[in-house]
């Protein structure tokens, strides 16, 4: 914008024929021209960088160093030009003026070597904000810093008159765009929400497909001087032939470039659709809480994802991916029919927490996942429930058969002991003694039905699980 406006509404001011007004009009837009164009491509990544860090300073200084000379340039250039169109400048006329003119052409050869000067200084400090960052930070910034020196050559560079010229501005301004959307996008600078991001990365592939048809037709006006005179028709038939060819591929190539640059979260459904996948294909229940930890770090792009449950002894991590939670945590509750079952803790290259833009997503997530989780809980609670009532049954088994062992068993060894005393102290011929005897060996037989009764109470593990899984609890037991 600002390398076209000043060009155009000075072209509009020469087209209006407001004499002498629009002339100085004419003369400090094309002096705004002069400066803002090193300048904006020069400076442009001051404004990623966050506020208040500590080489702060070294921005301002390379800042005021750049913009002092191409001002002071502009200026010197303003009130040494003698006309504008059939207008005499007045400020020519003056001392300045007239050491302007003397001096400007000094002033212009030192501009490639302060363009050198500024562009290695940024591309340094460029160097250095990768070298302190960490993870996809890094990433991004080193490719910042890979990008910014071509952009520079492609945009500020003299390459000539003609078709050179013409395409080194657009592959730089497309390279640029596409660099600083890159980095804006995957650190989180500028917040956008997803209606908007849609629509720049749709206007990004509609901008670069119609750079495409112009240059095809500079190249084919370049090659072929012959056809120049049918410059409307064939540009007409370039965009015809190309939008024909490539409308049902700029949906993909959009996704594509969404996909670039903001990861797997350009597509909502696609991140929930994942989700049903891996938890359809969790091998075991407990699986649930890793596939939904791996889900918000893979789908996601956060840095690191845990699932924890509040039990009885406190918060207890099910499971957990991605990088440690160590700095500025996000919360969402997984909730299911109204009543909390667990908590998705998320956090973004500890640095911050999620975007504004994501959390929707994120929550969005949750709720998917919370069905499963709760189905787990209840799976485990029914476990839990089973080993209560096996370790119930076999203490009752105990119980009964120490109570028989150490009761019953006694006192009926007891009674048969007064028995066997009894049919002993009977005079030989006595009318009871049959009546005894019989009465002795009926409880001896009880005796040895309360013994085989006893010694038939196995435990209740052995007859549900075998004696595998019998030994193998009784082991875990211990």
């Given amino acids: 914008g600002l390398w076209l406006l000043p060009s155009a509404a000075a072209g509009l001011l020469g087209l209006a024929d407001l004499g002498t007004t629009g002339a100085v009009l004419s003369l400090l837009l ?159 600078i500028w917040r956008l929400d997803r209606s908007t991001s849609h629509r720049l990365a749709r206007a990004f592939v509609l901008t670069s497909l119609a750079a495409v048809v112009v240059c095809t037709v500079v190249a084919v006006q370049a090659g072929l001087p012959s056809v120049r005179s049918g410059a409307t028709t064939i540009t007409a038939g370039c965009a015809l032939v190309l939008g024909w060819g490539l409308r049902p591929s700029a949906r993909w190539l959009t996704l594509c470039v969404e996909r670039a640059f903001y990861g797997p979260r350009a597509r909502p459904h696609e991140a929930v659709s994942a989700l049903a996948v891996r938890l359809q294909q969790a091998p075991h229940p407990g699986e649930v809480p890793q596939q939904i930890c791996r889900s918000a770090v893979e789908d996601l792009g956060v840095s690191g994802a845990a699932v924890s449950v509040d039990t009885r002894a406190g918060p207890r991590r099910l499971a957990s991916a991605g990088a440690p939670l160590t700095g500025p945590v996000q919360t969402f509750l997984l909730r299911h029919h109204g009543r909390t079952v667990g908590r998705l803790e998320v956090s973004r290259d500890g640095s911050g927490t999620p975007a504004e833009r994501d959390s929707g997503l994120l929550s969005v997530l949750a709720d998917q996942a919370a069905p499963a989780l709760a189905a787990l809980r209840l799976a485990e609670e029914a476990q839990a429930a089973r080993e209560r009532l096996v370790l119930a049954r076999e203490q009752e088994r105990r119980r009964l058969r120490r109570e028989i062992h150490d009761g019953l068993g006694p006192q009926l060894a007891a009674v048969r002991l007064r028995l066997d005393i009894a049919q002993t102290s009977c005079p030989p011929g006595h009318p009871a003694t049959p009546q005894l005897c019989e009465a002795a060996e009926t409880l001896a037989e009880a005796l040895v039905e309360v013994r085989r009764i006893t010694a038939g109470l196995a435990p209740a593990a052995l007859a549900e699980r075998g004696l595998a899984g019998a030994v193998r609890d009784l082991a875990h037991r211990l």
């Fill in 30 to 188: 094309a002096a705004a021209k002069m400066a803002c164009r090193p300048l904006t491509v020069l400076l442009l990544p001051l404004w990623l960088f966050p506020r208040g860090g500590r080489r702060r300073w070294q921005w301002w200084v390379i800042s005021l160093g750049a913009s002092g000379y191409w001002l002071g340039f502009a200026g010197l250039w303003l009130i040494s030009e003698p006309r504008v169109g059939s207008v005499s400048n007045p400020a020519f006329a003056t001392a300045g003026g007239q050491w302007a003119f003397d001096h400007l052409d000094a002033y212009a050869e030192a501009e490639p070597w302060v363009l050198r000067s500024v562009a290695a200084a940024v591309t340094a400090a460029l160097c250095c904000r990768a070298a302190l960052s960490r993870g996809a930070e890094r990433r991004d910034w080193a490719l910042l810093a890979a990008a910014y020196p071509a952009c520079v050559s492609l945009l500020l560079s003299q390459w000539g008159e003609g078709v050179p010229t013409i395409v080194a501005r657009t592959a730089g301004s497309a390279v640029w765009a596409a660099a600083i959307c890159l980095g804006v996008a995957r650190t989180g």
